[in-house]
């Protein structure tokens, strides 16, 4: 049955009551992180299908994916790929019980934005 003395229960906190925390942007940005490495992995199977289909459908991709858009999705991907990957071992890591304490957790959340941040820039200026 519906409750009709909504008026007198306590309201449960909503995102303008909480401070941002590390940890949980770093979670958010692992989801995020991993669905944009689908779209750009299914950029790149655009180019290779488009490569396989002729001369005309590799000239449109090539066109798209070498555009300053196409450049940007794949500096993004590197950023998106090094995260990930940083916030997959920093998984691997809880998942043995360690490092599981509050300081730590934030150590490894801003430790994992600037290192993917610094692989980037090396990923980058080296290739």
Known sequence: MADVNRGNRPLSPHLQIYRPQ???????????TGNALVVAGLMVTWW??????GP????????????WFGKLVFLGSIWA??????A????LIWDTGKLLDIESAEAMG???????????????VVL
Do not use: E, K, Q
């Not at 590390?22 to 995020?32: A, G, K, N």
């Not at 290779?48 to 289909?53: E, G, N, Q, V």
């Open 110 to 124: 801003w430790g994992i934005v600037i290192g993917s941040v610094l692989l980037t820039l090396f990923t980058v």
């Open 48 to 53: 290779f299908l488009a490569a396989a289909a």
């Open 22 to 32: 590390i940890t949980s942007i770093s979670s958010i940005l692992t989801r995020i």
């Open 56 to 67: 005309d459908a590799f000239a449109t991709a090539d066109a798209v994916l070498t555009s």
């Open 81 to 86: 790929l090094w995260y990930h990957t940083l």
């Open 88 to 91: 997959g071992i920093r998984h």
